[in-house]
């Protein structure tokens, strides 16, 4: 059974930092690209960052020099640092899993909020 499990959420101020971590389990952790995607109300769910398995890393511009995804394969665990946060970092975070041979994979998603 697949698991990818988020913590580290919570409520924040504006300047803060939260960082997330996402234990997976069930998968050959190794061989997938990890992602996280955040989603707020009303809004669709968008890919924030992105970290492949050799390590290489992406990030929408507005959390670029903010934000930093990165991975532990022998933790199975890919993390989230969020410094700097806004108020309009605030969302649910999902973990997902990705590669091109197998199903894609969430979790369940973690609340971000961060206040002015």
């Known amino acids: 059974q697949v698991q990818l499990v988020e913590s580290g959420g919570g409520l924040v101020q504006a300047g803060g930092s939260l960082r997330l971590s996402c234990a997976a389990s069930g998968i050959d952790f190794s061989t997938y690209r990890m992602a996280w995607y955040r989603q707020a109300p009303g809004k669709s769910r968008d890919m924030v960052a992105s970290?492949?398995?050799?390590?290489?890393?992406s990030y929408v511009n507005s959390v670029k020099g903010r934000f930093t995804i990165s991975r532990d394969n022998a933790k199975n665990t890919v993390y989230l640092q969020m410094n700097s946060l806004k108020p309009e970092d605030t969302a649910v975070y999902y973990c997902n899993a990705w590669n091109y041979i197998n199903p894609e994979y969430w979790g369940q998603g973690a609340q971000v909020t961060v206040s002015s």
């Open positions: 970290i492949g398995r050799g390590g290489s890393t």
